[in-house]
């Protein structure tokens, strides 16, 4: 029997960092302050990500670039790594983005990539809650409530279980 389906989430999108709880507010501007240390002499595009633990503590990344692309890393990526090795067992909560293009904030907020979105998907399953991701721009914010809304049909633990034969 064929079917079709629709997936969507919704967000919450704001004008302006102000508009932000404080705590959020606070996790952007380290993201925007991470996107400026970013090392990307080949794109020019600098990330700077912000991941708040349950403990309150900050971790911040970067994207570092490589000339033998595709070895660098994403600013998300470099942020949960260094929570992980640093802080193990401390939850993330929250995870704010940002981007800097020539020497300017992008205007639209960027989107992890598709390798980043698994990563922090099963940091959501491994510590059995969402993390909220906070997408900074700088004319808009976008509030997203769990990486399972951007990576909704994830390759996940279920996934590896062998099926009967």
Partial sequence: MKRSGKISFIYTELDKPEELEPADRELLMSAIKAAGNAYSPYSGFRVGAALRLE???????????????????????????????????????????????GRKQTPDPVSPCGNCRQVIAEEELRHT?????????????????????????????????????
């Fill in 55 to 101: 403990s309150g503590t900050v971790v911040t990344g970067t994207n570092v670039e490589n000339a033998a692309f595709p070895s660098g890393i994403c600013a998300e990526r470099n942020a949960i790594a260094n929570a992980s090795a640093n802080y193990p067992g401390d939850k993330p909560e929250a995870l704010a983005i940002a981007a800097i293009s």
């Fill in 129 to 165: 809650g969402n993390i909220k991701i906070i997408l900074g721009g700088s004319k808009k914010i976008r509030i997203i409530k769990s990486a399972g809304d951007l990576l909704p049909l994830q390759f996940n633990s279920d996934s590896l279980k062998a099926t009967p034969r």
